[in-house]
């Protein structure tokens, strides 16, 4: 099986471009990055691509509007629908039927959204400490996010800025690679202050009872952006879901604990 990432782009509807690498055959998996400045689905998930693509699954990595290598309007307001509807177009495009979806952060939101709104259309659901169930101000009085906000935020933007913003991301800096660091701040060059400051997420925790597939979920105990808290919120509402929650580990489950969150998350897809 080979690990060559391929990349497409399709124009959406607004006449966006939304960009997506894949690698792999089989059952379709879309890995769902985050949001800050210099997202990417490559760059957000590397370290998981190739356990994916070895055990037989076609590994989507697309970039949501706003980030990577897809378009990056600006003068307008960045809400949950909006990635959602213009990433099930580009899936849609792409020739994706059904799919399991793995969302990080806001990407969690997105995937939560897509199932709510298209639930024929998903087979199970992979979050890692997903976004759109609190207020918007329990988020904000994050102290992750709360440095976000206010280095992205600053007129100019430096290499060095995005080294913290990454090295907040998890709990020990050596995940924290100039390279990792020289790939998100090309993006982040680029992006619009609007991704952040126009961005408009719903509170989705009343509808989480909705959500009937299979859930399987992770989380960092010591995540500075999303409250561990939240996995309760599945656990009650939910029929069928299940969630581990690592100690020494911050936002970014999939790097700090790759192996882990590879073979657990496996474990889940063929169970």
Known sequence: MTNEIRRTVHNVSGGYDIAIAEAGEGFPLVFI???GPGASGVSNFRLNIAAFVDAGF???L???IGYGASSKPEGIDYTLQLFTDTLYEALNAHGVEKATLVGNSLGGGVAMQMALDHPE???RLVLMSPG???ELDVYFAMPGMKKMISDFGSPEFTIE???RLVTNLVYDPKHVTDALVAERFEVARVQPKDVLARMRTPNLASRLGELKMPIVGFWGHNDEFLPASGAQRFLDACDDARFTI????????????ADEFNRYT???LRG
């Open 33 to 35: 990055h985050g949001s």
């Open 121 to 123: 259309y998903i087979d």
């Open 132 to 134: 759109c169930i609190e």
């Open 58 to 60: 076609r590994v989507l």
């Open 266 to 268: 496996l474990e889940f």
């Open 62 to 64: 697309p970039d949501l």
């Open 161 to 163: 800025d995005q080294r």
């Open 246 to 257: 690592f100690n020494k580990v911050g936002h970014w489950v999939q790097v700090e604990r």
